[in-house]
């Protein structure tokens, strides 16, 4: 799906229902965009993983023998290392964030270690950008 162009609040809204989210929910998920986008760009690692890399590609499709991917963020830094990223919104109250960031680390490693597969190698990331939260790992 192209990348949208959004003039207006109107515009956002009605792109977030061709996305499947339902009208009841529209607010709330446009609240949850919203605030993932201006933290994700007031945080610096944020800004690396948006920011412009030697190689780099959003919401990349890539399809080997056994199956279809679709890398939310996939690129090569300025020292050569290959990253495939995921973007989590997912919402967690209270206390304990570093033990929720450890939890997803392991809900979602097979996910992200197929993809580094799919790629012949490459370094994971999970962000959360609700959160400013990072998990990385690598072979």
Known sequence: MPAPSFRSLSDFLADLERRGVAPGDLEHAAGIVISALKNALADERGRWLLGPHPAAKSEYRLRNRERSFRIDRYFVDTNGVKWVVDYKTSEHEGGGMEA????????????????????????????????????????
Not at 119 to 134: I, M, N, T, V
């Open 100 to 139: 929720f960031l450890d939890q997803q680390r392991v809900r979602y490693a097979a996910q992200l270690d197929g993809y580094a597969e799919a790629l012949d190698g490459a370094s994971r990331g999970l962000y959360f950008p609700l959160h400013k939260g990072w998990r990385e790992w690598s072979d």
